[in-house]
């Protein structure tokens, strides 16, 4: 598959999937329950699309750490406890996803997408801890656990790291969200690196998507849009189901 496989109708499908996607990223997360089966309405098999929506997660990721590192959200150090076994979980997941039989992936991708579109309907707010409620021992299985599920697929990993960030640590939204995106945009370069080398990154049709998903970042920080918000996460429900449906083979 190359870069002139792609009409122009798949294009801007990259592009506004990728803009949708940032901005429910901002609201509350899943926006890579969008952006894959976009990547797999492309021709994409779905290995390809798990590993190639990579690019875009980092791109947007980046963005969103690097302005609350500027604004002095969080401090490197306070991620590093949870960034160190995110990342050897990460690796893991990436190995395992990167070896599968692709028909064994689209089973487990269809039946994860469709699990995990619950979250899209999840407030950050509603998992948000206002103090410890776990033991911070955990951190360490916990935070393994998320980045083989991140290394993996990546699909809904934000609201895990939330949840686990909120639990044991008791940081407010703001960090936790903060932390979220730079453990996120780490863990993702390193899993990139695994399906790049399997040859697995179609990095035009990535770049494409980050495009789109930065600027819907952008957009969703700066003004803070929250009007519409449940519609577009119909449009995602949507998008899953006809994705998952695909990958069990029920059409072509």
Do not use: C
Request: cysteine-free; hydrophobic content about 60%; overall charge positive.
């Amino acid at each position: 598959m190359s870069v002139l496989d792609l009409d122009i109708v798949q294009v801007i499908v990259l592009l506004v999937s990728g803009v949708i996607a940032g901005f429910i990223n901002t609201l509350a997360g899943g926006g890579s329950l969008l952006t894959i089966p976009a990547l797999i309405f492309t021709g994409m098999p779905s290995n390809i699309a798990n590993a190639t929506n990579r690019v875009s997660v980092i791109m947007q990721s980046a963005v969103g750490a690097a302005r609350f590192k500027q604004k002095r959200v969080f401090e490197l150090r306070e991620a590093a406890q949870m960034l160190l076994p995110s990342l050897a979980g990460a690796i893991a997941g990436a190995f395992i996803a990167a070896e599968l039989d692709e028909r064994v992936f689209d089973v487990v991708l269809g039946v994860v997408l469709v699990l995990m579109l619950f979250t899209v309907f999840v407030k950050p707010s509603q998992i948000s801890a206002s103090g410890k409620s776990l033991p911070v021992w955990l951190t360490i299985p916990v935070f393994f656990l998320v980045g083989i599920y991140g290394g993996f697929i990546q699909a809904g990993v934000g609201f895990l790291l939330i949840t686990g960030i909120s639990l044991i640590f008791g940081h407010d939204l703001v960090k936790t969200n903060a932390l979220k995106l730079m453990i996120v945009a780490i863990f993702s370069i390193v899993a990139l690196a695994i399906f790049a080398m399997y040859g697995q990154v179609l990095w035009f049709h990535g770049m494409l998507l980050g495009v789109g998903s930065m600027t819907g970042a952008l957009i969703g920080v700066r003004f803070a849009v929250k009007r519409g918000a449940g519609a577009v996460r119909w449009v995602v429900v949507a998008a899953v189901l006809l994705s998952a449906l695909k990958l069990f083979g029920v059409f072509g």
